[in-house]
């Protein structure tokens, strides 16, 4: 049976070839027997029907072709004549020819000389109409080459699983030609994989259900050096009555673009010479420990800079320099564990993060640890150079909220250490911390905050800010405490994170936010597809009914899910990325859509991020600070910027703050953004006041952009 071609490419690549139905009709050829003298022995109704007789065909019986010839149309009688003619006038063995017709018509003619029988000694014709056959012949060669053609490779396993069609491109990225792998099953000549089980899970799944599939795969065969990174798409094809007929598939070698993406992300955060992470990337690490996903895990920071560095560079060179900067890195690294990390910031820079320590007596224990090998002298050059440092310490970073003040308190402190000498390392001494009674306290009183009715819903616009236009709010929560007052979720939501008392909050929240949304939606005509963005805690997306309560809260409010961005942080991907990656999925069947929250804290979704399932990345509030910094911030902001974009995802940006800000990440191509400069977090009634004059209010503010002098990074 044939097979139906199904996928993007269109019906006009594998056409349908004539049913069974057209298939008999075209197989009843005219028939045309004559005797040795010319007499008609025989005529069929084909015959007639082909070339036009204008009588019945047993009326021509017994009588001269000549005569049958005048009964046929003008084009038909010249040819008929002429065949029989030189059949007549000379006998000849079987033979076939095609003839084309003036009415474009294209004819098989078989003759046969009847050498037996009562017309022995006659002639028989055998006319077919192949017109259309040649043109479904065309038409398969046709495509058949163009698919040959195609850079991608293209398969089709029949419903056998064996391979019926495997184009150039199958063969350059397999090795195998085509020979060799029609007939065979894919299983016969290579070996693939999924990213995850639950990616192999959801791949059949889709196929079954949808009937195609699209995704990542690795692959490798006998005539790969290595494995490949291949982007697919599967279709199911159908048999004329409808069943499984076999699966088309069109695959790309993602291989070398995958290895320069990898290549960029890691040039963009190491040091050229040590190899080192570099400033950014400790930055990076730093700011998800102060404000991300890793916010509460200890750590301290040493800062080192080298002793007398710019003699070693003024009297060998700078490629002594170099070289004393490599064996400098070899042996920081030999002082530390394989969890900890040893950045070169520039210069002669280092900085050496400790994970799990936030004491002053093991963190100098490092220091110490540090300062005897320093005092063990570098060979460069065949000479012996001694080069030590002095260090300044933070121990402990909870207290801060940028990565760079930790650095910065950690560079006073080593400058406190040379003033006292050199070689010698300085502890920054600050310390702040809530009383443990206190937190008991405000924890009672949180846990009976929603019973009392204190809990708030405070919302903060989010803009296009390549239109001007509002798009949407932000959820965020507030606490009226009784005595204390508006409280922020800083102040309190460590607390509730320590517990399954976040889950609670973070529901009130959504369901009151889209509750929210349906009813500005029932108000303003400006509010219908405005979106509502909701944070989710940890604890609150490895909940096991959050799918249903999500489906739940939309139900009930009857707002479209395409109108809900849920936003998790990268954290939730670091412990184990396929449960997470299975749980996303689980909400976006409710028709949600994902951010990633506070992007740019975290360092586990650089090796994840394009498998993830999600549509926004919302880039941290620290970025957009550093920017106004002048220092690496508007670097490391256009990075991720270009990351997103290249993975076809939307970024927003968190805390703009002036109009220098806006100017920037509009230069830079970022879709959205949010923060004061268009409004703080508005109670429910000032939100909608918002949205019914938003045009005047975003319009100010773009009018005050564009005069706003333009800045270059």
């Known amino acids: 049976m044939s097979l139906k071609y199904k996928s993007a490419f269109g019906n006009q690549f594998l056409r349908k070839p004539p049913s069974q139905e057209e298939e008999g009709r075209a197989a009843v050829a005219g028939l045309l027997d004559l005797g040795s003298d010319g007499t008609v022995i025989s005529v069929n109704a084909a015959f007639a029907s082909l070339f036009g007789l204008s009588s019945h065909p047993d009326a021509c019986l017994s009588q001269h072709y000549q005569k049958l010839s005048a009964s046929l149309s003008t084009a038909a009688s010249a040819i008929v004549e002429s065949l029989i003619e030189i059949r007549l006038r000379q006998s000849s063995s079987c033979d076939s020819q095609d003839v084309m017709l003036q009415d474009g018509r294209l004819l098989s003619i078989d003759y046969i000389p009847i050498e037996n029988g009562s017309n022995a000694g006659g002639h028989r014709w055998i006319f077919t109409d192949v017109s259309e056959q040649r043109k479904h012949e065309q038409n398969l060669k046709f495509n058949a080459n163009l698919l040959s053609q195609v850079t991608d490779a293209v398969v089709t396993i029949d419903k056998n699983l064996s391979i019926t069609f495997w184009n150039k491109g199958a063969e350059d990225l397999t090795g195998y030609s085509a020979a060799a792998a029609i007939g065979k099953s894919p299983a016969d000549i290579l070996t693939f994989r999924f990213n995850t089980q639950q990616d192999e899970v959801g791949a059949w799944k889709m196929l079954t259900e949808t009937g195609s599939w699209s995704g990542d795969l690795v692959i490798s065969t006998p005539y790969t050096a290595s494995e490949k990174h291949i982007s697919a798409s599967a279709t199911v094809l159908k048999d004329d009555d409808g069943s499984y007929g076999g699966i088309l598939a069109i695959v790309r070698d993602e291989t070398d673009r995958r290895e320069m993406q990898d290549q960029l992300i890691h040039h963009a955060y190491h040091d050229l010479l040590t190899g080192l992470p570099n400033r950014m990337m400790l930055l990076r690490t730093l700011d998800g420990l102060t404000s991300g996903e890793e916010s509460g895990r200890k750590f301290s920071l040493l800062f080192l800079d080298l002793d007398r560095f710019k003699m070693v560079n003024d009297s060998m060179g700078h490629h002594a320099g170099d070289a004393l900067l490599k064996k400098m890195a070899d042996r920081l690294l030999d002082c530390v564990r394989d969890d900890d990390i040893v950045a070169r910031l520039g210069g002669d820079e280092f900085a050496i993060l400790l994970h799990d320590h936030d004491t002053a007596e093991i963190t100098c224990e490092v220091a110490d640890r540090i300062m005897a090998k320093l005092k063990q002298p570098f060979i460069v050059e065949a000479l012996e150079i001694f080069s030590e440092g002095s260090i300044g310490i933070v121990v402990g970073g909870e207290h801060y909220d940028l990565a760079e003040d930790i650095l910065r308190d950690a560079d006073a402190a080593m400058y406190q250490a040379k003033r006292a000498g050199r070689a010698r390392y300085e502890i920054f001494d600050r310390s702040q911390q809530m009383k443990a009674t206190e937190r008991f306290q405000l924890e009672s009183e949180l846990r009976r905050a929603i019973e009392r009715d204190e809990l708030r819903a405070y919302f903060q616009p989010i803009v296009d800010i390549s239109a001007g236009e509002l ?3 932000e ?54 597809e405005l979106t509502i963005s909701l944070n989710c805690s940890n604890r609150t997306f490895n909940a096991p009914d959050l799918a249903e309560y999500v489906g739940e809260i939309l139900s009930d409010s009857g707002i479209d899910g395409s109108r809900l961005f849920i936003e998790v942080t990268e954290g939730v991907i670091i412990n184990d990325p396929e449960a997470a990656v299975a749980e996303m999925i689980k909400i976006k ?12 804290t975290g360092y586990a979704s650089l090796s994840v991020l394009h498998q993830l399932p999600i549509d926004i990345l919302k880039i941290d509030r620290s970025f957009i600070k550093r920017m106004d910094r002048r220092d690496s911030g508007g670097t490391m902001l256009k990075t991720i910027v270009d990351l997103g974009n290249s993975l076809k995802l939307d970024c927003v940006a ?21 923060g004061y400069l268009f409004s703080k977090p508005l109670d429910g009634e000032l939100s909608a006041s918002l949205i019914e004059k938003s045009e005047q209010w975003i319009s100010e503010i773009f009018i005050e952009a564009r005069r706003t002098r333009e800045f270059k990074l």
């Open 654 to 674: 968190e805390g703009i703050e002036t109009q220098r800000q806006l100017a920037v990440l509009r230069e830079m191509k970022c879709r959205y953004g949010q």
């Open 475 to 528: 959820a965020l929560l507030r606490w009226a405490h009784p005595s204390k007052g508006i409280m922020t979720p800083h102040q309190f939501i460590s607390i509730a994170e320590e517990s399954d008392l976040i889950i609670d909050l973070d529901k009130w929240l959504w369901k009151t936010a889209v509750d929210k949304l349906a009813i500005w939606t029932q108000q303003f005509d400006a509010a219908r």
């Open 471 to 473: 798009v949407g709010f």
């Open 589 to 600: 069947n409710c028709g949600v859509r994902i951010s990633i929250d506070d992007f740019g």
